[in-house]
């Protein structure tokens, strides 16, 4: 049986965590975004800048998972005021999917949002990406009817939101 690991990202983290949602966006996103945004949005390297720049200036919260020692999952939410969270970001690596890893970030970032006194969590979603947004669901989270044009694309977004 696998262990899954989840636990606090550290700075020095940041190159695998962007190669793991540079990953993940490339199988999760295919069919909703174009091949050229996936290519503006999936370089490693520039990721890391990016990834860089939030870790650095936001008040969030990073976790990355592993089964065995293998960083394969990642996880990041922030404060949106002093009642509601979001929950910005979940990448993990197709390898995984439907082994409990994103479970268990969920999880963890449920927790500590609920221990940090938050009395709700938001997220946003690709209108198109089910998958996603059937593991939301499991997890408590359903749409607020509040939709939005992506900055990848206009693809549709929705909100989806659950109470502690």
Same mark, same amino acid.
Request: net charge positive.
């Given at each position: /049986?696998?262990?899954i690991v989840v636990r606090e990202a550290r700075r020095s983290e940041l190159p695998i965590i962007a190669k793991i949602q540079c990953l993940s966006w490339? &199988?999760?996103f295919s069919d909703i975004i174009t *091949? *050229?945004? /996936?290519a503006k949005y999936t370089d490693s390297d520039k990721c890391s800048q990016m990834l860089e720049r939030v870790y650095g200036s936001e008040a969030g919260h990073m %976790?990355?998972?592993g089964i065995n020692g293998k960083a394969c999952g990642t996880l990041f939410w922030k404060p949106i005021d002093r009642q509601r969270a979001e929950i910005v970001s979940l990448h993990t690596l197709k390898r995984v999917w439907g082994t409990g890893v994103g479970r #268990?970030? /969920?999880?963890r970032a449920l927790l500590d949002i609920y221990n940090a006194g938050f009395f &709700?969590?938001?997220l946003w979603v690709f209108k198109e990406n089910f998958r996603a947004r059937k593991f939301y669901v499991k997890h408590g989270f359903l749409p607020t009817g509040d939709e939005r044009a992506s900055? %990848?694309?206009? #693809?549709?977004e929705m909100r989806c939101r659950r109470l502690m």
């Open positions: /049986m696998c262990k490339r &199988s999760a *091949q *050229q945004t /996936m %976790y990355i998972a #268990a970030l /969920m999880n &709700s969590a938001e900055v %990848y694309d206009r #693809a549709a």
